[in-house]
């Protein structure tokens, strides 16, 4: 997301399922059921939260996501990620 800035409820679904699939064991890897809970947990739960704390932008009739994040904020976040890649 931080490269466009701009993203859908989908995309963003898939990047963490492909970020996640390595660790999951229950034999749902890629299917199309682990992708919906996965879209269902962010729509109604994560980015509500992010959105009201000001890091995204988020519009459930069009399932866009916007990172709004100040340049603080983002630098803290991208820190996060390149920590989590390199434990991987």
């Known amino acids: 997301m931080y ?3 701009r993203t859908t409820l ?3 679904a898939r ?5 996640t699939e390595a660790s999951r064991s229950d034999g ?3 299917t199309s ?7 269902i947990a962010l729509a109604h739960d994560h980015l509500p939260r992010l959105a009201d ?3 995204i932008a988020y519009d459930p009739s069009t399932l866009e996501v916007v990172l709004t994040a100040d340049p603080e904020t983002r630098r803290l976040l991208e820190g996060v ?3 989590d890649a ?3």
């Open 3 to 5: 490269s466009t800035e």
């Open 10 to 12: 989908a995309a963003l």
């Open 15 to 19: 990047r963490i399922e492909s970020r």
């Open 28 to 30: 749902e890897t890629g």
């Open 33 to 39: 059921a682990s992708r919906r809970r996965i879209e």
């Open 53 to 55: 704390h000001g890091v």
């Open 81 to 83: 990620l390149e920590s």
């Open 86 to 88: 390199a434990v991987r």
